[in-house]
């Protein structure tokens, strides 16, 4: 009936996710009508490109072919230059300091504002060093937008050996204090992301040497850290620093190399190991960090980062059909472990663009570090659960006796210690002790042996189960003794609970020894905070009264041995 709950609550979660990503996308991608690319009053003729340099430069941009064209998604040829201009009308802005800005905007030659130049990365063709999405804002020359009118701004752009359009997502004019606050919001969005991956990594890593695979969880803390070190490369503030971008752009590749192969052989590991392919898979997919960080030409790296994409797009796929399976046999913790990879799928491929053509150009960077932010939380969560279950599973082997399935000593002790400290608030009505002994018991095992002995043991271990009440605690407190904790008891009611448990465990062994075994002992004591300042007084006090009731009924019941025959015997 619990698993049902579960399983129910987990669907109504992936019910839940699967909504909140068809419905985000296409909010974080809306624009507002009058300003299709994110311009204010854009003309008709909207965004143009054209291929190719002219002769004289920017004074004979009027001779080249525009066409129009969609900066987010058209797609540029490789190794070539590419020319964009858009008329914008700045008249309502007039007065006002205004500046170009772009969340991601690549390998830009030169930038002009009504023939001024307004930016750029000043040679051509840009270098290598320069290869790298980041955040750029161009303050646009205040004479010029003082003039009402339309006015042209173009952009020179040289798409080196890499395909892609020029803009992560809609590029856009506004105040400088507006857009500087915008990219400082979207800066510290990025902040709190790796930050909440950092907590995430420090719990798993405080916590994982308390479940039973303490290398599963050490490697999804690996992934925490380097996904969050990935994400910190979308910082607006590394095109502040003195060094090429091109480091920035080499350490975001290290960082994914390691997020790919650290998520890939934790997920591995939740599914019970890895495969021949996936020996050869992660090492595959480790290989892009060396690369990224000996390869000279930053061009160079545009193969292996093609062929890591595929790579963990397969891989991806393999563990998505893996969970898939594992949670239809019914495996334990299978559905959680689904819904979290199925998270971080959606993350990987439209989110953060992970696989060629998967991307989602037009959610800006705010949306994309929202979105990725949500998604990572429910695979952490996923995962926090899984290690909360192992480690409960992994503490509750430690307080259960392996031979009767009861719980053992150290859970006795801890639970007469929590119910003498809620009685000393007041927080807790009174309870008993009840110490139970199988009379005759060592003869019969040294007879039958200790396979029998057993049987009798666990026979007797369910009688007491059955006969207790739901809030008692069963223990075996050592070889054929057992205790009850009881609860809501006084001096009259506690002696006929022990009556009815001496009747119930008598009966369930006289049915297994074959009428050998007949009865057991049983001492009780009820907790008193004056005397019982420790759970050994108590089990010191209750020892007591049973060794007495022990010898009262070894004084009154005959002994049973074996002879050696075969035959029973008894000794009067």
Same mark, same amino acid.
């Given at each position: ?88 009308? =700045? ?45 750029? =804002? ?46 400082? +919001? ?50 607006? @503030? ?36 890895? @495969? ?14 060396? +690369? ?26 393999? +563990? ?91 859970? +006795? ?11 000393? @608030? ?7 002790? =009840? ?66 448990? @001496? ?70």
């Amino acid at each position: 009936m619990r698993e049902g709950r579960r399983a129910r609550r987990a669907g109504r979660a992936a019910c839940a996710l699967l909504l909140a990503l068809f419905v985000a996308p296409p909010i974080a991608a809306a624009e507002p009508s009058r300003a299709p690319a994110g311009l204010p009053l854009v003309l008709d003729t909207g965004w143009r490109a054209a291929d190719a340099d002219p002769p004289d430069g920017i004074a004979g941009i009027d001779r080249l072919d525009f066409r129009p064209a969609d900066p987010v998604s058209d797609q540029a040829r490789r190794g070539e230059v590419r020319w964009y201009r858009v008329l914008v009308d =700045l008249s309502p802005f007039v007065g006002q300091p205004l500046a170009f800005a772009a969340d991601g905007l690549r390998d830009v030659d030169e930038a002009w504002f009504d023939g001024v130049p307004i930016g750029g990365l000043g040679g051509f063709p840009p270098r290598p060093e320069t290869a790298h999405f980041v955040a750029r =804002l161009y303050p646009l020359p205040t004479d010029r937008v003082d003039e009402a009118g339309p006015r042209e701004l173009v952009l020179r752009v040289w798409h080196g050996r890499r395909d892609g359009s020029v803009f992560r997502s809609p590029p856009v004019i506004d105040r400088v204090d507006r857009l500087e606050r915008r990219r400082s +919001l979207r800066d510290q969005g990025i902040v709190l992301f790796v930050v909440a991956a950092l907590v995430v990594a420090g719990l798993l890593v405080l916590f994982a040497f308390h479940a039973r695979s303490p290398a599963d969880y050490l490697l999804f803390a690996g992934f925490a850290v380097s996904l969050g070190l990935w994400v910190t490369t979308g910082h607006s @503030r590394w095109g502040e620093l003195p060094f090429p971008l091109s480091t920035v752009f080499r350490a975001g590749l290290v960082a994914l190399s390691a997020t790919a192969v650290c998520y890939g052989a934790a997920m591995l590991r939740f599914l019970g190991g890895m @495969r021949p392919v996936h020996r050869v898979l992660l090492p595959a997919l480790g290989l892009l960090a060396p +690369l990224a960080a000996l390869l000279p030409d930053a061009e160079g790296l545009v193969l292996p980062v093609l062929f890591f994409r595929w790579a963990f797009g397969a891989l991806l796929l393999d +563990l998505l059909v893996r969970f898939g399976i594992a949670a239809y046999r019914r495996r334990r913790l299978a559905r959680t472990d689904l819904l979290g990879h199925v998270a971080f799928v959606v993350a990987a491929i439209p989110v953060a663009g992970l696989l060629p053509g998967a991307e989602l150009p037009r959610i800006d960077l705010s949306g994309r570090v929202l979105l990725l932010g949500f998604l990572f939380l429910c695979l952490a969560s996923a995962v926090l659960l899984r290690m909360s279950e192992e480690i409960r599973r992994y503490r509750l082997a430690g307080l259960t006796d392996p031979g009767t399935r009861l719980w053992n000593r150290e859970a +006795l002790y801890e639970e007469i210690a929590e119910r003498g400290e809620a009685v000393r @608030r007041g927080r807790g009505a009174g309870f008993g002790l =009840l110490l139970a002994d199988l009379d005759r018991f060592r003869e019969w095992n040294d007879a039958k042996g200790r396979v029998a002995g057993d049987r009798v043991l666990l026979c007797a271990a369910r009688a007491l189960i059955d006969a207790s009440r739901p809030n008692d605690l069963v223990a075996r407190y050592g070889g054929d003794e057992f205790a009850v904790v009881v609860g809501d008891v006084d001096r009259e009611t506690l002696p006929a609970l022990a009556s009815r448990l @001496r009747s119930a465990i008598g009966d369930a062994i006289e049915k297994e020894s074959g009428g050998a075994l007949t009865s057991a002992s049983i001492g009780t004591v009820l907790f008193d905070p004056a005397r019982h300042r420790t759970p050994e007084d108590l089990l010191r006090e209750a020892d007591r009264a049973l060794w007495e009731a022990r010898e009262a009924s070894r004084a009154a019941t005959p002994a049973v041995r074996r002879t050696p025959s075969g035959k029973w015997a008894l000794r009067l």
